[in-house]
């Protein structure tokens, strides 16, 4: 059985004698308790789809759906755990691939219908999304203006060279909020009498996650064919586009197990209340009337390390690991922190031996080598 323990020690919390707060944390809370939000509700009865009957909006080809899910079974038995499963998101194409992908269906869809002619969207200097926006952009005979966080590199590495190679504009925020560049750009091609579309950070908004919703549906018609029941979905989340989605297509499609995210910038609390807004606007943009699904949205925020996007041993491990053992490349950024946290939350008992679990590889994979001396 792997022994994850070192990573709990490596995580980089200070002083190598400090106790660090997953540690802390650890010694009060029993180790069946994934997050501290509120009771489980797996084996309660959902209403299903077929009883709801959402209105989806218009989209465009830009993903290769259906994804594969695959088991991991050299992982499970080096983890010793639950059964492992993988969804491959990472295989949408679009640039590589990525949950942008399934997103950016609707975005630019939306996009087109309102006539625009650049799409403009923000992110980190290592955006997933950016890149992918910049693909959907040139797929759809698009402008596209990347707003990125910070100041240009000196190496044009990982998304950054895809974005270039996709004809992308990169205008870089330096020390400035990217919304407020954001804003400049669309008045500058206005004054151009050009027609500037803007996609928030992440593409989460009720567009993107209504793509989720759909994901989910997918998931559930090959649950279905394979006969496989789930206890757990596990992924890495962010802006909360994926799991908003997630959650309510759970709801609509009848899905019984839990959904939970782990977190890579932000506390708990802080995404799960995003998720929960952005779920119950998507429900209600579909014509699902005020749905809530707040008692779904379950987030983990134990292996933030030292911020986002620094990358730790506990990343390390699992990206090599994941890798050496399964032939599946994990990004530094995203899923790789996610499998470490579920590498952990394994290793701490979180899960029993007979039930299964999905992680959903939400992509990234082309950000790697921008990260080659960190891993
Ligand atoms: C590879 C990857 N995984 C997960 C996420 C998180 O998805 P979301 O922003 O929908 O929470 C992102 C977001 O950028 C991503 O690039």
Redesign the pocket.
Known sequence: MLDVRPIIADVGYGRADAISPIARRRAIIPPDKLTDARPTNVGRPRAKGKLMNPKYPNRIHLAHLPTPIEPLPRLTQELGGPELFIKRD?LTGLATG???AR?LEFLAADAIAQGCDTLITT?APQ???CRQTAAAAARAGRRCILVLRGEAPVQTTGNILLDTLLGAEIRWAGARDTADVMAEVAAELKGQSRQPYLIP????NVL??TS?VLAMQELMGQLEAEQLHLDFIV???????????LVLGAEVYGFQGQVL?IS?DHPADAVQTQ?AALATATATHLGLGTLSVADRVKVNSDYLGEGYAMVGEMERKAIRLTAALEGVLL?P???GR?MGGLMDLIHWGAFTAGQKVLFWH???TA?LSAFADKL
């Open positions: 990472d990525g949950n942008k997103k992110g955006s997933n999304h950070l992440g593409g989460s993107g996650a989720y992924f890495a989340t962010s802006s909360g586009g994926t799991q908003a989605g995210g890579v998720v990004d950024v995203y899923t996610a939400t992509g990234g950000a």
